[in-house]
């Protein structure tokens, strides 16, 4: 029932920036708890940060002052800020969406930093 979508993602430089962005279809979108992930070859998925029905935002080590995690609940769309890059960030990025007990995923888009 839920359709997810990942946007946004590219090739940058170290430095520079980009905002991935999550579309979720459903109507009690505001509620839900979105997260986001990533994954490098060879490596596990790797929990990035989230945010809740309440606008409360959590990150992992790796991304605290770094990313920003927004939602937009009139457009059914969560964003992932990302300044700063590093080549360590390099990895497929998803969205999870958590709705009535499921996860519902995105197809994750590539993200790609240079060094």
């Known amino acids: 029932q839920v359709q997810v979508e990942e946007s946004g993602g590219g090739l940058v430089q170290g430095g520079e920036s980009l905002r991935l962005s999550c579309k979720a279809s459903?109507?009690?979108?505001?509620?839900?708890?979105v997260a986001w992930y990533r994954q490098a070859p060879g490596k596990q998925r790797e929990w990035v940060g989230q945010?809740?029905?309440?606008?409360?935002?959590y990150y992992a080590n790796s991304a605290k002052g770094r990313f920003t995690i927004s939602r937009d609940n009139a457009k059914s769309t969560v964003y992932l800020q990302m300044n700063s890059l590093k080549p360590e960030d390099t990895a497929v990025y998803y969205c999870?969406?958590?709705?009535?007990?499921?996860?519902?995923w995105g197809q994750g888009t590539q993200v790609t930093v240079s060094s």
């Open positions: 999870q969406v958590q709705y009535w007990g499921q996860d519902y």
């Open positions: 459903g109507s009690s979108f505001s509620t839900n708890v």
């Open positions: 945010i809740n029905g309440g606008g409360s935002t």
